[in-house]
């Protein structure tokens, strides 16, 4: 491969400290990443943010958040973003339902410690992710939802496109393991799914932004892990846990976001019991890439009032 295209926040992420860990959860191996002067210390303090990234990224996605983050606090803020099991280097679960996910990242926040003052953060499928473990009793001062799955994906104008994606995932498992490894890791189809997400026309960016798809969109343990993460992330929203989301929720969503519309991003925030929507102008699914400055000023804002 390639030597890595640099990132345009790269003078900031020089300057954001960073500490690699990992940690036990039900006897597998969880790798998670710290940033900020607080790195290294203690856990608990309180502001710490947890933060969830997306399907068949890793913790990459959410680095450029994080040195934000890191950077616009007024007293110093950590930041630990894990890879989710079964992508990155991190151990797979024995089941990639959303059962396991939540079990999981319980155990993730027990095991370094962090309680209700910590801010949990999802981004996309982490959305899902983190909204069902604060549904089912996580707690949490502030609820921060980037780019939120709020409505189903096998519903409405979606449907098409995900049952094709359902397709090319079973597909990929069903094949004999070289076939099926090569079909899932297809240079080709990561980079059409990166520029069908990508809405920057900044070349730099959009270098760096597809650079970053294919170093890191296809680091999955197997192929069970991805085609059970996918499967989760189409059968299941945030919505369908509003009801149950007492704690604040900062939703962060995008103009053009192909995957939820701003009407059902609007439809999720009025079902929450205290919901604030965000939404970045002129960009799509990829929030955390093209905009990682407008989403961490907007939860530094809500941090310093919740």
């Known amino acids: 491969m390639q030597p890595p295209v640099l990132s345009p926040y790269q003078s900031l992420m020089a300057a954001t400290p960073v500490v690699h860990r990992t940690v036990q959860v039900a006897d597998r191996t969880t790798h998670f990443w710290e940033y900020g002067p607080a790195a290294g210390t203690s856990a608990g303090t309180p502001a710490t943010v947890l933060a969830v990234h997306g399907f068949r990224g890793d913790h990459h996605g959410l680095e450029s958040i994080a040195a934000h983050l890191v950077a616009g606090h007024p007293s110093g803020v950590r930041v630990i973003v894990p890879d989710l099991p079964g992508f990155g280097v991190s151990d797979p679960l024995p089941t990639s339902d959303l059962d396991g996910y939540v079990h999981w990242l319980e155990g993730f926040r027990a095991a370094l410690g962090l309680d209700r003052r910590t801010v949990v953060l999802g981004h996309s499928f982490g959305s899902i992710v983190v909204s069902a473990a604060v549904a089912a009793g996580l707690d949490t001062r502030l609820l921060v939802l980037v780019n939120p799955i709020a409505a189903p994906a096998l519903q409405g104008p979606r449907a098409v496109g995900t049952g094709i994606a359902i397709a090319y995932y079973r597909l990929g498992a069903w094949l004999p393991r070289p076939l099926g490894l090569g079909l899932l890791r297809n240079r080709v189809i990561v980079r059409a799914m990166s520029i069908a997400m990508l809405k920057s026309r900044r070349p730099s960016l959009r270098r760096w932004v597809h650079d970053q798809h294919d170093r890191y969109f296809s680091a999955f343990a197997n192929r069970t892990s991805v085609l059970e993460a996918f499967r989760t992330s189409v059968t299941h929203d945030v919505a369908q846990f509003a009801d149950r989301i007492a704690v604040p929720v900062l939703l962060v969503a995008a103009e053009h976001d192909d995957i939820t519309a701003v009407p059902e991003q609007r439809a999720l925030a009025d079902r929450l019991a205290d919901a604030e929507l965000v939404?970045?102008?002129?960009?799509?699914?990829?929030?955390?890439?093209?905009?990682?400055?407008?989403?961490?000023?907007a939860v530094l804002?809500?941090?310093?009032t919740s």
């Open 279 to 297: 939404v970045v102008p002129g960009v799509g699914h990829l929030v955390h890439y093209e905009t990682p400055a407008a989403a961490a000023a």
């Open 301 to 304: 804002r809500r941090m310093a």
